[in-house]
Structures are given as structure tokens and as C-alpha cells.
């Protein structure tokens, strides 16, 4: 018989050993959950050599491919599952963009407060009498002869290359600048709040994908339990049959239930590939990994709290919360600025000019500064009505605040109610089970001893199925709405004990 041992070597692959002259084979496979190990020994003695080495390589073949099987699965929690999927996912990777974009805009518009610098280079050649005049002015080459009246109705051609330095300082704006800077930095504000959004909803997903999967894998476990069960049932109805004290409905009916049961089986089998698809696509991994799911599918202790700390966390912390607020700031400092047209503007503008004939000679240079005042007194009414759409897209800003607000308070309501009922939910499914249990052993021994139908085993055995899958659906629902709870909240991270 196999003999459990305590394994305090605590070896995460199957170990082989042959002792040397006696054929006997150990398999030594660990660690379990509990910190034991299983050994398997087959021995050898008083079999033909032919049949010692049959089994021996047969025993070898199957030995070697549980090995192959635990090594070819990744031990993954919910924890590093999450991690990873934060790390490779497409999504914060894109808000993260979206993050340094609107930073990249911070500093342009605080460029808007330093002059503007530009230098610019140009070669002319004309017979142009007006351009002939002037540029032997800024050339410095002017002379007694060029009042020639020939000589100024038709003068010769003449090369002016002309480098010309400019400077522009706004002395007064009437705070635009400064709005487009305070602006930019609300909207980088804003693109973080979507960034940290992201973020929670990713984790939210794996987290939901993740117990997907473990649900599936219950589900799984508990219709092959059911599967063997019906199996047993079926053969002792067909020993009762043998005996006289059965008939062939009964052997059918149990052979249709059977029948049921693996349909069941194939189709949990089915949904279990397509939950691990999804987790891997959560994580950023190829499809068809395997992973070998460490945190269980257990209820997750939660510690009462009062719905109104959710639902003040939420109000103040949620990032969607958060973008309202600074998408009506935005549309104020927006509105400001749409009344300060209204108001001049001043300049400072200074520049240097070089004109010569030659690249590098024959020349002369010239400066010049002013102050210009622009003032807008008429532009046929778009001012007035920028300030009127400014003012209603504060409006609409301070609408769309108060109807996220009361979202928000409703998803945390509705969170709240899910963890309440599967919490209620996984009580009253784990005394079930436990009651469905101990019906189906005393269905199972009243039908052995002929004492009950075998519709009244059928009915036991699909009740203990469906409390089983009742208390794992809850289980699962429960560890869902912890998350989400947290998530409505706005204080789903890394660090969060329902990832534990």
C-alpha cells in the first residue's frame, strides 16, 4: 500500500530511485500541500526477467512523465499573476504614453513665458531701383556717385545677403500664458488619473480571470468526484441486477445519469480552457500556457466596514471621480481665458540685421527694439460667443460631476451587496454540502441493501452536484466582489489584501 512519509527535503520535482540488485523502484513526489510526500514502491522479486523488465521500463516511462508534467507548469499566485500583467500590459503601457504626452505639454506652454529667438538667412540679386537703394543704404556702401539721376532710374544688379536675428517678449498677455500652463497641468493631472484607472482595471481583470479559471477547475474536480460516484452507483446496480433484487429501468436510469454527468464534465472542461485563454491574455501571455494556480478558490475573511467609508473613499479617491473634477476646473480656467480677449496685449520686439554684398564683406549692420500694443475691438462676435460656449461647457462639466458621483456611489452599493450576499451565500451553500454529503452515503447504503429506489439515489447524488457547485460559485462570487469592492472604492492595487 502507499505510505505517506514526511518529504523534508520539500523537492519541487518527482525523485526516481533504483536500488541497485533488487529492481525495486521509489518514486518520491513533493511537496504536498501539507509538507508530505507520496512513495511508491514496486518491487520485483520472484518475476520472470522478461516481466521484471517490462514493468520496470513501463514503470520508468510513466515515472518519467510525471516529471515532465510538473516541470512544464509554473506555480503562479494571484499576486505575480497581476504583477505580470501590470508589467506587460498594452493598456497602462498606452496611458503611460498618454501620461508623458500631456507632461511634453506642461513645458511647452511654460514656453509661452520666454522670448522667441530666431534667426533667419537670405541672398537677393535685383536691378531693382528701390532695392539697389535701400540695400547700399543698410550696406553701408552708399556714395556720392549712386545720386548719379542714371544710375538711380537704371542702376546695375547688386547682391545683398542679409542675416537677420529677432526677439519677441510678451510684457503683458493678459494672463493666457499663465492659463495655458495651469490648463496643461490639469490636463496632466488628468491623464494620470487615467493612467491610475487603467491600472485598476487591470488588476480587476486578472484578478476576475484568475478565480474564472480556479472555479473552472473546481467545477471540474467535483463532476469527475460525481462521475466516479455514478460510476460506483452503476455497478451496484448492476450486481443488484444479477442478483434479482434490481431491474433493467433502474441500471438504465443510472446509466442516463451517468450519461448527464459527463456531459457536464466535458462541458466544465470546456469552459476551464477557455478561462485560462482569457487569464493569459490578461497577464500578456501566449494562450496556451499552463500555470499551476497557487492562491486557492477559499472564502476571503473580510472585516466589516461600514458602507459609507466605501463610499467616501470612492467620492474622493475614484479616478474617474477625480477627472471630473478636474475636467470642471479645466473648463473654468478655459472660461477665463475666453473673457481675457477682450483685453490688450503688449510686446517687446527686437531685432539685428546684416546686410552685405559679398558673404563675408562689404557690409553693414543695423538694430532696432519696440514695444507694439495689440488690442482686439471688434472680431464680428466670435469673443462673445467663445465666452458663451465656455460657459456652458462649465455646465455641462459640473452636471457630468454630480451624475459621476452617484455612479460611482452606486457601483460601490452594488459591490457592497454582491460581497454581502455571497458572503450569506457561502454559509448557508457550506452546511448544504456537508447535509448533501451525508444524504447521498445514507441514499447510497439504503439502495445497496435494497431498502430505497433508485430514483431517490439520483436525486441525492444530483443534489450534492449542484451544493457543491452552489458553495463554489459563491466562493468564487465572494473573492470577485472583495475586488470589486475595492476597485468601486478606488483603492484596488498591488498591495490590496484581496489579492492575498
Sequence with gaps: MPQWKPDPTFSQAPKVAMQAGQGTVALSHGPSRRGFHREVRVGNAGLPRQVKAGSLMRTLTFIFGLAVVARGQDAISLKEAVRQSVVRSKVIEASGASRDAASARVTEAKGGLLPKVNYSESWTRSDNPVFVFSSLLTQRQFSDSNFDVASLNRPGFLNNFKSLVTGDQPLYDAGKTRRAVRTAKLDEDLSGEDSRRSRSEVIAQVARFYYDTQLGAE??????????????????SEARRASGMATDADVLSIRVHLAGVREEQIRRSADLEVARAAMNDAIGLPLDSVHSLTTPLAPLPVAPTELSGYEKNAVDGRPEARQTRLAAEIAGVQAADAHSNYLPQVTLHGAFEADRQRIASRGGGNWLISIGLRWNLFNGGADKAKIAESEATMRRAAAEQARAESAIRLQ???????LKAAQQRITSAQASVEEARESLRISQNRFAAGLSTVTDLLRTETALLETQTRYLAAVHDQRIAAAMLEFAAGTLSLDSEVLN
Design 219 to 236: 467545477e471540474v474536480k467535483v463532476t469527475a468526484q460525481a462521475m466516479r460516484s455514478a460510476e460506483a452507483d452503476l455497478e451496484r
Design 412 to 418: 460601490v452599493r452594488q459591490a457592497w451587496a454582491n
